[in-house]
């Protein structure tokens, strides 16, 4: 299983949405996000919950999900099929048709 940083990372470029953006959504600072997101620190639980909120992924997915399943999700937020809802964030990443 990949790691769950670089699983929230691909989520987040998934989605188009800049690591700024989610980090002040959830309240950490786009460093603390990025070192995350690479592995050299660990998130707390309230942050992958809040994290998980923001992607729209069940934590069971995000820590045990195998690696085509988690790869299916992020071809259908690629490809639309899943979107999300941007009015809930500060900005706004990819337009969606």
Not at 42 to 65: E, H, Q, R, T
Request: hydrophobic share 40%; no cysteine; glycine share 8%.
């Amino acid at each position: 299983m990949k790691n769950v940083g670089s699983r929230l990372k691909q989520l987040r470029l998934a989605y188009d949405l800049s690591g700024a953006l989610v980090a002040d959504e959830i309240g950490l600072s786009a460093n603390q996000l990025w070192n995350v997101e690479r592995g050299d620190s660990v998130a707390s639980s309230v942050v992958v919950a809040k994290l998980s909120k923001v992607y729209k992924i069940s934590l069971d997915l995000l820590f045990f999900g195998d690696e085509q399943t988690f790869m299916a999700l992020v071809n259908k937020i690629y490809t639309g099929e899943v979107q999300h809802d941007h009015y809930t964030l500060q900005g706004y990443g990819r337009a969606r048709a």
